[in-house]
Every structure is written in structure tokens, then in C-alpha cells.
């Protein structure tokens, strides 16, 4: 992996858990918890690798569309990362973040959350990215919606403003984009980050991701070459 080109920041669309759980006969909690689990193993070996900045798309403001039980347990995955499993940041000396409305969330995830990102803020080894209740849209209207709040003369706006309003602005722009199940789209993911980004979309449903799947997307990546529009 060393004489590879590591991105600085990959952004991963989990997709396929509950695919994953109707193929093995389970309910759909069970394949949103294998998920969970891909998820620490995956975004571990993606920092071992040498990325900076890990991106987990993991609910969409969509989502809520879905049944209350199962956005319910989702919401406890959340709950259970940011409290149960925050030592694996803390020993990690990773930074977490959560992108996305609150709202929805409840008080009681909404302080852990906060919590969390008290905690890990001065964790320096990487940054790792939760997008909950997020939309790619809503980031761009929201850093719209500050620009206009603050009476921002036309002639002054352009992509560097917008820079310094989306959410968690010191995320840089995400270099590879990695996508599960065999979807072809982005889902309205980070679109103001990916505007570059390169792009890999893989068969497996997103709990049957291994380290291997990683390593070949990573191998890929740095066969790639970035122009820019140059």
C-alpha cells in the first residue's frame, strides 16, 4: 500500500444492508447492524491505509420515508457509535463529526452526539465524518441561506465563500467516492465535495465488504488520473 497513491479523503455510500438481510433471510435490523459493524472495520483499514478524512453516508434526509422501527434502530446504531464505541476513536485518536439536520434526531442523540464531538476534537490522526439525516442539496441551500442571512453583495460570492458555509468546512473536498451494491449513483451524497472526486462503484452489498475490497478500490484509485478539467 505504500508505493500507492492514498486519497486524503474517501467518502463511502453504504448501500445494500437491507438487501443484505432479505437474501439471508434475516429482519432488516440484523443487515443495518452488519453494516454497523463493516463500517468500524472498513473506516479503521481506510485510516491504516493513510486517508485523512473518512465520509460515512449513512441516512439520508430521505430515509425518513422508510418505517419508524427500522429509522428508530438506526438511530440507535447512531447512538451506540457515539457513546458504546467512542473508545475506538479515543485509542484511534480520530476526530468525529456528524453532518446533518438535528431535528428529527431527539434530544437525548442529539447531546451525545455534541458529546462526542467535545470529546474527539482535538484528535489528530484523522477525521471521520457521519452524514445523518443529511442531504447534499440541503448542505448547499443551507451555506446559500448563511451568505444571504449575512447581506453578502453578489459580486462577492462565489465557490470560496460557499467554501467557508457548508457544513464542517475544514472537510476538504473528497477525493474518492466508493459505492456498494452495484447502484450506479450518488444519492445526493457530499455533492458539493465530490465535484471531483473519482468514483468506484462495487458489486457487493455493503456488509459483505471486505479489507480486500478496500485494497483493490485504493489500487485503483492510484491508477487514476486527475486533471482537474486541465
Keep these: 500500500m505504500s508505493e500507492s497513491i492514498i486519497p486524503n479523503h474517501v467518502g463511502f455510500i453504504v448501500d445494500g444492508n437491507r438487501r443484505w438481510a432479505k437474501k439471508h433471510g434475516l429482519p432488516t435490523y ?7 459493524n463493516v463500517v468500524k472495520d472498513i473506516v479503521t483499514e481506510t485510516f491504516k491505509a493513510g486517508a485523512k478524512y473518512v465520509s460515512v453516508y449513512s441516512f439520508s434526509t430521505e430515509n425518513y420515508k422508510r418505517e419508524k422501527d427500522e429509522v428508530r434502530k438506526i438511530a440507535g446504531l447512531l447512538m451506540r457509535l457515539v ?44 477525521t471521520l465524518a457521519i452524514c445523518f439525516n443529511y442531504g447534499g442539496q440541503l448542505e448547499i441551500v443551507d451555506a446559500i441561506k448563511k451568505i444571504v442571512d449575512l447581506k453578502t453583495p453578489v459580486e462577492k460570492i462565489d465557490s470560496q465563500l460557499v467554501d467557508k458555509y457548508i457544513y464542517e468546512p475544514e472537510l476538504p473536498p473528497i477525493d474518492l467516492v466508493i459505492r456498494t451494491s452495484g447502484e450506479h449513483r450518488l444519492s445526493n ?29 485504493l489500487k485503483e484509485f492510484s491508477k487514476r488520473v486527475r486533471r482537474f478539467g486541465k
Design 83 to 126: 457513546t458504546t464505541d467512542l473508545d475506538i476513536f479515543e485509542k484511534n485518536n480520530i476526530k468525529l463529526v456528524v453532518l446533518g439536520h438535528r431535528e428529527k434526531i431527539g434530544k437525548k442523540l442529539t447531546k451525545a452526539i455534541d458529546t462526542a464531538e467535545s470529546k474527539t476534537m482535538n484528535n489528530t490522526a484523522g
Design 189 to 217: 451524497f457530499m455533492l458539493w465535495r465530490i465535484a471531483y472526486s473519482e468514483i468506484i462503484f462495487i458489486d457487493k452489498l455493503w456488509p459483505d465488504m471486505k479489507k480486500e475490497d478496500l485494497t483493490a478500490a
Design 30 to 36: 440484523e443487515g443495518h447492524l452488519a453494516g454497523y
